[in-house]
Every structure is written in C-alpha cells, then in structure tokens.
C-alpha cells in the first residue's frame, strides 16, 4: 500500500482552536505540489489560505466546506508515493512504513523526553510539546487521564504547517463527556488564553463552567452561557406584576425565516460589542463643521495628482486620519488602555489607527501602523491598500490586531451621526457622518456650505469631559480651516 499522509488542521497562531473550511480548491483525485493553496479556512479573524504541506495526490477530504474543524483534527490525505519525488517534500523524520494498517502493530508509547521543542505553525511558533508530538496535559485531580490514541509518525513539512504521516485516515475520537466543575483548590480549569480573558472581562469564575469542548476545554460558548444563567443556587429574580410571559409562535405558524449559525467573524464581533458596552462607560459628543475649506484643499490636491500623474487619490477620510493624528499629540489621554488585571493606564507612544471597515464577512477593523508618523500621500495610500484587501477578505489575523484609536466613516452610509462603540482595549472611537450642503452662517451672512458631523464615543475611565471635548474640537478645527494645522503642530 502507498505511503499516506495525513493533514491536520495546523494551528494558526493569535491562540485560535478552530477554523470553518470555506473553500476546498482540490478534490480527490487531484496531484498537487509542495505549498499549493488547497483550501481556504476561515478563523475568527481572517480568512487563510492553506498550502500543502506535501506534494502527491489527494485521496480523501476528511471534512465538507462549511464545518467548523477543531485544531488537530484531519482534514485531507495525500498519496505522497504517487508524486515523482515523493521524498523531498518532508524534512527527516519518522519513516512511515509501506504496509496495510492490518499489518502494522500497535506499540506501546516510547518514553517522553526529558526536553520539549516548539513546532512552527502557519503562523508564528504554537505552545511547545513533548517530543512525541503531541501535548502532554497535567491529570486533574480527581479525574482518570483520558486514554488517547497512540501518536502517528510526525512528518515535518519544510512550510512550517503541523501536520501528521500515518499509514491511513484515523478515525474521528468519540466526543468525551463534558467535564464536571473544579472542586475548590483544583487544578485551573482547562481552557484556552482567549476564553480565560473573555472569562475575566465578564466576571466568570472558569471553575464553575462545565466544559462541552473537545476533552472538557471550556470554550467561549461555554462562558457566554454562564453569563445568561444565574449562579447554582441563585434565586430566579422575581417577575414584576405588570409583565407577561408569552410563549414563543411555533413555527408552523406561517411565518417565513432564515436562520444563519453564528459563527466566524460575526461571533468574535458581538463578544467584543458586548464585552466594551458593558465594561467601559461610554460618553458619546457631537461636533458639526462647515468643512467647505477642507473640500476646496482636497480638490486642489485631486488637481495637482491629475497634472503630477500621482498613484493615489487624498480624500476627506485621509485628511481626518491625519487630523485625528495631530489631536492625539495634544490630547494623549483618548491614546490609551485600561488594563483591569494590572491595575494600570496603558499610555501609547505611537497611533495604530484601526479603520472599521464593512466587509462581505462583516464588520472589521485593520489597523495601519504608526499612522501618526505618516504624511498625508502616505495615509492616503495606506487607506487604500487596507480598503482593498479587507473588501477581497484577504486581510490577515496580524493586521486586525494591535489598534489603539479607531475611525469609523459611516457618512458613506448616508448617516449624519451615531453612537460608535470603542473597540475593547481602546479609549476612543471617531465616526464621520455624511456631508451635506445646507444653509450655514458665514462671516455674518447665512450660505450654502457642506456641513460634516463628527461624533467621539470614548471611555470616560480614561477620558475626562474636558479631555474629549478639546481633542474633538481640535480635529473640527483643522476640517474647518486646514491651515490651522500649522497652529496645532507639536513643537519639535
């Protein structure tokens, strides 16, 4: 029988156990080369592209589009010895013999190492394992250690990617029976470093949540359940007399709907919604501007470009960025981070700006950085670069992370104000409205000028009044009347 190889979910770094397959882009059957792109996987975050970790032909895909794979799990064979050159597409390693599975005996595990060595992922470097290739977890007290199968040859792919060589497909393991709560004084509950923040933020003691992952690992599911349900032994809060229950309408009432699993993307946005609204104090301004002058700069940019042959288009979000970046400088509070488990304010030396950009995936927010250390030209090509790759969703987990003040434009929307939510980990949020033409005062008379409304939601633990209401008149200011850029510079 041919060598197989097996193809295991990698770990794809920012501490992310799962990944929905989008898009196979092979099928059985298909020959493929070393790092071909065979599969487009779909973190909370971003969508990845998946090379092969082997050259040969597919034999089998162990999981359909659409399903959500855990790390570790197989996802695609290959027939290695069907491809010319079979041996160079793995690094030495273990040799996996050419017999039937029938054939192979199974052997007890060889001794563990004494020393442990970290295995390249597809991004950055995974948590280091034990020698024989798989993690080697602390019993928990009171708990038999749950038996596992017996590890598989590992083949070390020169791209990085974790995965597995066996002879053949290993079966899926049964799903363990959840695990019950840590008793007092237990070993900490087993759990993810995300799902342990997302637990801290919300205030959840880990160790009264019965874990449904794989294994017993507490997911995020698991955590956001113990937020809607009171506490063993908590009363029901009593229903006020003026407020009935009603049942919901069964389905066959007539009435058409669609339902969508919450998953991906979408689920990772509402935990970080709800995590900011309800952990930090949002205070909301409004600051309407003629910004006539700031349209007539732009225009004579555009002009310019048009003569000088230039790459890319300044527009008015550019020119905000840039305002927003001046008004840090003389307001740093709005630049800040409330870290609660330190007992700290996180003063930023540098403005990573996110961009909240609508997507095809939903709502995401890349970050270009040092934005404060950019010239107009050069902001203005950074926000086209991050407008673009968002939109083919090809924006990676690194550049959606690390954001330290954010601007929002939903004037594109039509919409002349709002009440943006911050970002958890963020002091501040801009959203620009529309801009309209409207009858404004000017210099004593009433005229047609194009009026813009900036609305500034910040975390008012960080920001006083005092503080938002300067660094938000500061950004009017400079839309107002561009050559006050020179009056708010920083002295050098």
Known sequence: MSPIRVFALPDLGEGLTESEIVAWHVAPGDTVTLNQHIADVETAKA??????????????????????????????????????????????????????????????????AATAERTANLVGYGAETERSGRPQRRPRPGHAPTPRRQPAPVGAAPSGLAAVGT????????????????????????????VRRLARDLHIDLGQIRGTGRGGLITRDDVR??????????????????VVAVEPAPTESGVRETRTPIKSLRKLTAAAMVRSAFTAP????????????????????????????????????ALTAQALC??????????????????????????????????????????????????????????????????VGSTTPQALGGGTITITNIGVFGIDAGTPIL???????????????????????????????LSLSFDHRLVDGEQGSRFLADIGRILADPGQVLALLPGR
């Open 423 to 453: 970002n958890p980990g963020e002091a501040a949020i801009l959203a620009m409205g529309a801009i309209r033409r409207l009858p404004w005062e000017y210099r004593g008379e009433v005229a047609l000028r194009s009026v813009l409304t």
């Open 326 to 391: 001046i008004a840090v400088a003389r307001t740093p509070s709005v630049n800040t981070r409330w870290d609660d488990a330190a007992g700290e304010i996180v003063q930023f030396h540098g403005v990573n700006l996110g961009i909240a950009a609508a997507t095809p995936r939903g709502l995401m927010v890349p970050v270009i950085r040092n934005a404060d250390g950019l010239s107009l030209a050069g902001l203005a090509v950074a926000l086209a670069d991050l407008t673009a790759t968002a939109k």
């Open 47 to 112: 969508v990845v592209e998946l090379p092969s970790p082997y050259a040969g032909v597919v034999q089998q895909l162990h999981q359909p589009e659409g399903v959500t794979v855990h790390v570790g799990d197989p996802i695609v064979s290959f027939d290695v010895a069907a491809a010319a050159g079979v041996e160079a597409d793995a690094a030495p390693g273990p040799v996996t013999p050419d017999v039937t599975p029938a054939e192979t005996p199974v052997a007890p595990a060889a001794p563990v």
């Open 282 to 317: 949002h205070v909301t301004e409004f600051l309407t501007v003629d910004v006539t002058a700031t349209l007539d700069l732009l225009e004579g940019l555009e002009q310019s470009r048009a003569r000088t042959g230039g790459a890319h288009r300044v527009g008015i979000l």
């Open 167 to 194: 002879d053949a497909p290993a079966p899926a393991p049964s799903a363990p029976a959840p695990s019950a709560p840590s008793a007092p004084g237990a070993e900490r509950p087993r759990s993810t470093p995300p």
């Open 225 to 242: 359940t113990a937020v809607a349900a009171p506490a063993p032994g908590t009363p029901a809060p009593a229903v006020p007399v003026d």
